[in-house]
């Protein structure tokens, strides 16, 4: 069972990701320490006594779906209830609408603790703070106060509705339509699918954040614009009126996180005999509406990232305990009675050790991005600026590295579990199943990739990505000047690591620069997880700079997995060419 | 849906492998070249016609367990009649009971391809013919009589009963015992679990072998017998008698192969009002069981790697066919009308030429272990105890290696399917799911690498493995001087990466001579797979040298993905002292 692991969450935040700095700074106004120290305690509490414990029977019920309404598996209604009512929903929201403003870092911190307990528990609320942010920025005042106090408590849940048959990487082939009709408001018409949390029983309402076309918009991205559509309608003393003409025509059969409704829905069919168009209001501009879900998509990225981290932490500790008391065969350091419990053979060790790293590594990473989003929110001018190019760099590495992470752990983690990990009543195999969906959602890992590639290295006109390396250089030195034995070759293998990385980055710019954008896209993959295990062997390093326990996990990381960055660099540099060649082979006549 | 690729199957078979000049020397007697082809072409149709439409219906039914007995899903009984009727099960069973004698590496061959149309539905064979070779080598006649004939032509199965739930990996803590009756016979006594085709409706009977120990045999693995012990007694006529005393008390409820019943079994409990007790007889001598399971363990390890690659090449097809419909975006290199398919991308290209390249090296490595047991079976004297040493050499590779790969490509295949990969209606999810057993059973994948660290690199005193390695050097020799540009940097990266082989391997029988096993155990995984990488690599630019329509792919993966081997050298040789200092915290005080 999951414990929360509240001391290493609170020390990444404050020592690694630069919260402590923040703290003492003043950047948070008045919070402080013992105040975040009492809420990461508190939601460690709630995410392992209450969350956790209803993780197996979300997976093994799932949701259900009759005549159009969709029933959440036993005690998740109940378990919502409590969770918005302990103000968890609210966290990080605006204060101007009830919420605590508190910093993402913290929200980030949470929802890793929600997740871990319980992926698809996590993946709703997400959704919903998608929507606050998106109608906080954009919506009219007069959407704002209907809606937003009630999205930010969580007494009603907002959904996300891009993808269509269709259109799925490529919102430029997008179909749904939306007709004014004269009063201000339009109806829409069209077929969205896998809309997460699309219909449910946690909330009496559901506010859809959906994208369509008006007639006569312009073809492509260009002509998309972002519609408000409730469940049920809002009047004036918010109170709910009529039923929306917008229904649940089906669930997805998924592989993990069957507890998270995945929806089929259908604007505008004349559900219930309605007059045909789900009635709608427009959220920011006309043919405006990829720009409005570009924050909340970016942010979004991230909480899926903390999916990845999320698994890799659950399946980290199962497989740890599991190890420690799973006897077989005989140990050269146990001289205890009977067989050894397997933690003590250098294989097991080697695969959980490989799964702390990574997992501490995804965190790291993932939290700092988070730093940088609070810092650029409270910021001003160019320093505001520079922490939004830091955070726009790091969210497709948080997004991307941590969900594949969360994959490659979790799957580690059934390894580990030897004949029972392949039983689904051991629990393993769950987040090997709930895991596989982070890479692909929020945009595939393929795509955070290019976007790392082709949006992310030209900013700041192609330096901010240098003057962070520069920061992960200085880590490497201070390791070297701190001459601690147990670092070990750490400092050297650092070097070389960011070397790779900074030989990879400068050839990707100036093949974007020289217009070569398929060999660019060709290195993205591989560039995108040396970028990550470089920064990430930065981040243990600082960690072990900051206490001495963790140094021996940042030498693990040094002398065994951050070699892998060599081959890379090769992969980003010399591999285009004869991928371009062989791929050919792959077309169909 | 699965297409066996029976060409490619066939050119590894004969020019990688070995079997064309095999068979040009006469090596399997007056097998020709035809015959091998039509029997290929005859196991792809019925694989892809008649095994894989059953696959799906097979993964949603599951096998049922009522009143201990099994139900296999819809068509499955059906199935494998007509499997049987086609003489697959005999295809390379012993002559002298019916079998047809083939080699092994056709075997290997047409395994590969039961086990791409379903895996639920291959394992079930592979214990049969485990059981089949058992027999053969160590029992005694009468038992062999009355057995083999129906074992060899599949019109009953048989099983392997090794662990118990406190003796997996370890089998010395096996507790089963078995007393004699003083007829010859022994009553069993004990419970099994993981039985693979435990109990089921396929055959009328089922033959199981099962260890367990003597009264006062010597504790640990030196006092385990093997018993036959089947589910009816066989009258000297031939004609089923009485039940024995075993039943299935339970089937597991599994992450994948949900087809495959995976049983508990119970023997000697007095099952329906017996005399408590199964009766069994001895195979082979007493005590010494465990050497008796082994050679049929070899090969079960090999038939379990060919499980890894039936699902990589399963799951390589089925990406392959959805990036060539599945239409996002825009390509450089496509000028047609509407979005382009997928497969025009450079990240999905390398998503699938990843998937292809390890499936073929995976299939090579198998392939070549499989010759290398028809060699020996087939040789004399000092060459036939080489092939044995190759043989004992590739197997770990061949079943972990390929298994990690089978994982590795399902994992993508999922990926490549983006949102609809997730959903199991898609089938690339269920790959997903059955292949990561196959890392798990007939001995994890980490014992897997130590067995081949500690017991396969002593062999001919250190340098059977050295003369492999030099087998392999000579093939990047061949593509130097062969002077086609197409290789790219084929015979460099070739060269680097079995300098990595070589200085690893050395530096691991080292350790092994200097008796530093933890520090050699701590390093076998990766050099399994380091080892596994270069071996592959020579094997593709084999293939290269062969037919020139496969140097594109060679080049591929030498200039993309052998470059690993770097890493996983450092790590073989740096790593242990970090891991061996980082690994204490992970043990519970």
Same mark, same amino acid.
């Given at each position: 069972?999951?414990?929360?692991?509240?001391?290493?969450?609170?020390?990444?935040?404050?020592?690694?990701?630069?919260?402590?700095?923040?703290?003492?700074?003043?950047?948070?106004?008045?919070?402080?320490?013992?105040?975040?120290?009492?809420?990461?305690?508190?939601?460690?509490?709630?995410?392992?006594?209450?969350?956790?414990?209803?993780?197996?029977?979300?997976?093994?019920? +799932?949701?259900?779906?009759?005549?159009?309404?969709?029933?959440?598996?036993?005690?998740?209604?109940?378990?919502?209830?409590?969770?918005?009512?302990?103000?968890?929903?609210?966290?990080?929201?605006?204060?101007?609408?009830?919420?605590?403003?508190?910093?993402?870092?913290?929200?980030?911190?949470?929802?890793?603790?929600?997740?871990?307990?319980?992926?698809?528990?996590?993946?709703?609320?997400?959704?919903?703070?998608?929507?606050?942010?998106?109608?906080?920025?954009?919506?009219?005042?007069?959407?704002?106060?209907?809606?937003?106090?009630?999205?930010?408590?969580?007494?009603?849940?907002?959904?996300?509705?891009?993808?269509?048959?269709?259109?799925?990487?490529?919102?430029?082939?997008?179909?749904?339509?939306?007709? @004014?009709?004269? !009063?201000?408001?339009?109806?829409?018409?069209?077929?969205?699918?896998?809309?997460?949390?699309?219909?449910? !029983?946690?909330?009496?309402?559901?506010?859809?954040?959906?994208?369509?076309?008006?007639? !006569?918009?312009?073809?492509?991205?260009?002509?998309?614009?972002?519609?408000?559509?409730?469940?049920?309608?809002?009047?004036?003393?918010?109170?709910?009126?009529?039923?929306?003409?917008?229904?649940?025509?089906?669930?997805?059969?998924?592989?993990?996180?069957?507890?998270?409704?995945?929806?089929?829905?259908?604007?505008?069919?004349?559900?219930?005999?309605?007059? @045909?168009?789900?009635?709608?209001?427009?959220?920011?501009?006309?043919?405006?509406?990829?720009?409005?879900?570009?924050?909340?998509?970016?942010?979004?990225?991230?909480?899926?990232?903390?999916?990845?981290?999320?698994?890799?932490?659950?399946?980290?500790?199962?497989?740890?305990?599991?190890?420690?008391?799973?006897?077989?065969?005989?140990?050269?350091?146990?001289?205890? =009675?009977?067989?050894?419990?397997?933690?003590?053979? =250098?294989?097991?060790?080697?695969?959980?050790?490989?799964?702390?790293?990574?997992?501490?590594?995804?965190?790291?990473?993932?939290?700092?991005?988070?730093?940088?989003?609070?810092?650029?929110?409270?910021?001003?001018?160019?320093?505001?600026?520079?922490?939004?190019?830091?955070?726009?760099?790091?969210? =497709?590495?948080?997004?991307?590295?941590?969900?594949?992470? +969360?994959?490659?752990?979790?799957?580690?983690?059934?390894?580990?579990?030897?004949?029972?990990?392949?039983?689904?009543?051991?629990?393993?195999?769950?987040?090997?199943?709930?895991?596989?969906?982070?890479?692909?959602?929020?945009?595939?890992?393929?795509?955070?990739?290019?976007?790392?590639?082709?949006?992310?290295?030209?900013?700041?006109?192609?330096?901010?990505?240098?003057?962070?390396?520069?920061?992960?250089?200085?880590?490497?030195?201070?390791?070297?000047?701190?001459?601690?034995?147990?670092?070990?070759?750490?400092?050297?293998?650092?070097?070389?690591?960011?070397?790779?990385?900074?030989?990879?980055?400068?050839?990707?710019?100036?093949?974007?620069?020289?217009?070569?954008?398929?060999?660019?896209?060709?290195?993205?993959?591989?560039?995108?997880?040396?970028?990550?295990?470089?920064?990430?062997?930065?981040?243990?390093?600082?960690?072990?700079?900051?206490?001495?326990?963790?140094?021996?996990?940042?030498?693990?990381?040094?002398?065994?997995?951050?070699?892998?960055?060599?081959?890379?660099?090769?992969?980003?540099?010399?591999?285009?060419?004869?991928?371009?060649?062989?791929?050919?082979?792959?077309?169909?006549?």
């Amino acid at each position: 069972m999951y414990r929360a692991p509240v001391e290493d969450i609170a020390f990444t935040l404050k020592h690694v990701a630069g919260l402590k700095p923040a703290l003492d700074a003043g950047t948070f106004g008045d919070l402080g320490e013992d105040l975040v120290d009492a809420i990461l305690a508190e939601a460690g509490r709630f995410a392992s006594e209450e969350v956790a414990p209803l993780h197996k029977i979300g997976d093994e019920h +799932g949701a259900v779906l009759k005549d159009a309404s969709v029933t959440t598996p036993p005690g998740w209604k109940e378990l919502y209830r409590r969770w918005i009512e302990g103000g968890w929903n609210a966290l990080s929201g605006p204060e101007e609408f009830g919420g605590q403003g508190l910093p993402t870092m913290l929200g980030v911190a949470a929802l890793e603790m929600w997740n871990s307990a319980a992926m698809a528990f996590g993946i709703g609320p997400t959704l919903t703070m998608g929507a606050v942010e998106a109608l906080d920025k954009h919506a009219s005042e007069g959407l704002k106060a209907k809606y937003l106090t009630k999205l930010v408590s969580g007494e009603w849940m907002g959904t996300m509705n891009l993808t269509e048959p269709q259109a799925g990487s490529d919102l430029a082939a997008l179909r749904s339509r939306a007709e @004014p009709v004269g !009063d201000g408001s339009y109806r829409i018409f069209g077929q969205k699918i896998f809309i997460t949390y699309g219909e449910h !029983d946690f909330t009496d309402n559901i506010v859809h954040l959906v994208l369509a076309r008006l007639p !006569d918009a312009p073809a492509g991205t260009r002509g998309i614009s972002l519609f408000l559509v409730p469940k049920f309608f809002v009047n004036d003393d918010g109170s709910l009126g009529a039923r929306n003409d917008v229904f649940c025509s089906g669930l997805e059969h998924k592989l993990g996180i069957h507890a998270s409704p995945t929806c089929t829905i259908i604007y505008g069919d004349g559900f219930q005999g309605a007059t @045909p168009g789900a009635i709608g209001w427009l959220i920011g501009e006309e043919n405006k509406g990829l720009a409005c879900m570009f924050t909340m998509m970016n942010n979004a990225r991230l909480a899926v990232g903390m999916q990845g981290v999320a698994v890799a932490e659950t399946a980290t500790q199962k497989a740890i305990a599991y190890a420690n008391e799973r006897r077989q065969g005989k140990a050269s350091d146990y001289s205890g =009675p009977g067989m050894a419990p397997i933690v003590h053979h =250098p294989d097991v060790q080697r695969n959980l050790l490989t799964m702390r790293a990574l997992t501490q590594i995804a965190r790291s990473i993932s939290y700092c991005c988070a730093h940088a989003l609070d810092r650029a929110r409270l910021g001003e001018g160019e320093a505001a600026a520079n922490w939004r190019d830091r955070a726009n760099l790091l969210t =497709p590495l948080a997004k991307a590295f941590s969900t594949d992470v +969360g994959v490659e752990v979790a799957s580690l983690g059934v390894q580990v579990h030897g004949g029972m990990g392949f039983i689904e009543e051991t629990g393993a195999a769950a987040l090997y199943r709930d895991a596989r969906i982070a890479p692909i959602y929020e945009g595939t890992n393929g795509i955070q990739a290019i976007d790392l590639v082709a949006r992310k290295l030209p900013l700041g006109g192609g330096e901010h990505v240098h003057s962070y390396i520069g920061e992960l250089k200085a880590v490497a030195d201070a390791v070297r000047t701190s001459n601690i034995d147990g670092f070990g070759r750490t400092a050297d293998n650092l070097d070389r690591a960011l070397a790779d990385l900074d030989e990879a980055t400068r050839f990707l710019q100036k093949l974007t620069a020289d217009g070569k954008a398929d060999a660019a896209m060709a290195g993205a993959t591989p560039y995108l997880r040396l970028f990550s295990l470089a920064a990430g062997g930065a981040y243990l390093a600082q960690g072990g700079l900051a206490d001495r326990n963790r140094i021996a996990l940042c030498r693990f990381f040094a002398e065994n997995l951050l070699g892998e960055t060599r081959a890379l660099k090769e992969r980003v540099i010399d591999g285009a060419e004869s991928l371009a060649a062989a791929g050919k082979a792959l077309i169909s006549a």
